[in-house]
């Protein structure tokens, strides 16, 4: 099974940017699908982003859509989540999530992904 390490998080003033990374191993990479969720203080997870096997589809959270990017690098077995124009509500512990795929679409439910990583933590200062 695939072991998911984030680094990247940390401290920003209100409009910078962030730009946190996942790395897979144990597993083959391109078998899954890979998910970015966030957890707010005090506040239920949620989805983020979303990236397909191939990286050829993205699906985002409307509320930051134009603002983050969702990338992945097979050859590194990377995800990359580049946030942009961050905002003090973007506060949240950010996690990455791997699913295995047969399909080559994206996958936003939390309950769908069964690999989750440890998280890194994103401070947004207004």
């Known amino acids: 099974q695939v072991q998911l390490v984030e680094s990247g998080g940390g401290l920003v003033q209100a409009g910078g940017s962030l730009r946190p990374s996942c790395t897979a191993s144990g597993d083959t990479f391109t078998r899954y699908v890979m998910g970015w969720f966030r957890q707010p203080p005090g506040k239920e997870r949620e989805f983020v982003a979303s990236?397909?096997?191939?990286?050829?589809?993205?699906t985002y959270a409307d509320s930051v859509k134009g603002r983050f990017t969702n990338a992945r690098d097979n050859a590194k077995n990377t995800v990359y989540l580049t946030m942009n124009n961050l905002k003090p509500e973007n506060t949240a512990v950010y996690y990455c999530?791997?699913?295995?795929?047969?399909?080559?679409?994206?996958?936003?439910?939390?309950?769908?992904?069964?690999?989750w990583g440890q998280g890194t933590q994103v401070t947004v200062s207004s």
């Open positions: 999530a791997a699913e295995v795929s047969l399909l080559t679409s994206t996958v936003v439910l939390t309950q769908k992904y069964a690999y």
């Open positions: 990236i397909s096997r191939s990286g050829g589809s993205t």
